[in-house]
T-cell receptor
Framework: NAGVTQTPKFQVLKTGQSMTLQCAQDMNHEYMSWYRQDPGMGLRLIHYSVGAGITDQGEVPNGYNVSRSTTEDFPLRLLSAAPSQTSVYFC?????????????FGPGTRLTVL | AQSVSQHNHHVILSEAASLELGCNYSYGGTVNLFWYVQYPGQHLQLLLKYFSGDPLVKGIKGFEAEFIKSKFSFNLRKPSVQWSDTAEYFCAVNAWGDSSYKLIFGSGTRLLVRP
């Protein structure tokens, strides 16, 4: 199993540009989530999904969109990038409810918005 | 809203020293508690977790944590650290009743172990 994969690993955007961060898992996990990691702030939940077709907001959803058309994929879209979105983004998945089950994290995407 | 505090942002130890990293949370109800670790250049991975039962939980690589409900704490310990324990450690809490799907992470503690 590849586990949780994320692409790209690094990305530089200009303010106002849009892009999609890709996340895929091959473990048949129902639960998937996106976090951002900022210095001194730990990981903050952006959006999560409890299954295909079902998504919900986390702590910091503004400026981000998600969709879950398949069990395997959970892309994160930045519609109009802002410097405040400069961060490291992690995707995670778990077989069951993330409150009780181990989450498996991807390698992260380091995003810089100029 | 729930919050998780990790008071030690940076810890530097020599090999064989004992380790204790603090984690406190703010929620009066039932909680699930986790410690995750991120080694340099690697993914976050689960170190240990507590749901119920024995408040002393043992994890991988000789780590353990003790849940003290009266102190709202879940401190991570290791009797003798190794250079390979150099990493960033995150405490995370799920509070029952406020959406079972969400984990709240602390800000992390960077541990540097000197050989």
């Amino acid at each position: 199993n590849a586990g949780v994969t994320q692409t790209p690993k690094f990305q530089v955007l200009k303010t106002g540009q849009s892009m999609t961060l890709q996340c895929a898992q091959d473990m048949n996990h129902e639960y998937m989530s996106w976090y951002r990691q900022d210095p001194g702030m730990g990981l903050r939940l952006i959006h999560y999904s409890v299954g295909a077709g079902i998504t919900d907001q986390g702590e910091v959803p503004n400026g981000y969109n998600v969709s879950r058309s398949t069990t395997e994929d959970f892309p994160l879209r930045l519609l109009s990038a802002a410097p405040s979105q400069t961060s490291v983004y992690f995707c995670a998945s778990s077989y069951r409810d993330m409150s009780t089950d181990t989450q498996y994290f991807g390698p992260g995407t380091r995003l810089t918005v100029l | 809203a729930q919050s998780v505090s990790q008071h030690n942002h940076h810890v530097i130890l020599s090999e064989a020293a004992s380790l204790e990293l603090g984690c406190n949370y703010s929620y009066g109800g039932t909680v699930n508690l986790f410690w995750y670790v991120q080694y340099p250049g690697q993914h976050l991975q689960l170190l240990l977790k507590y749901f119920s039962g024995d408040p002393l939980v043992k994890g991988i690589k000789g780590f353990e944590a003790e849940f003290i409900k009266s102190k709202f704490s879940f401190n991570l310990r290791k009797p003798s650290v190794q250079w390979s324990d150099t990493a960033e450690y995150f405490c995370a809490v799920n509070a029952w009743g406020d959406s079972s799907y969400k984990l709240i992470f602390g800000s992390g503690t960077r541990l540097l172990v000197r050989p």
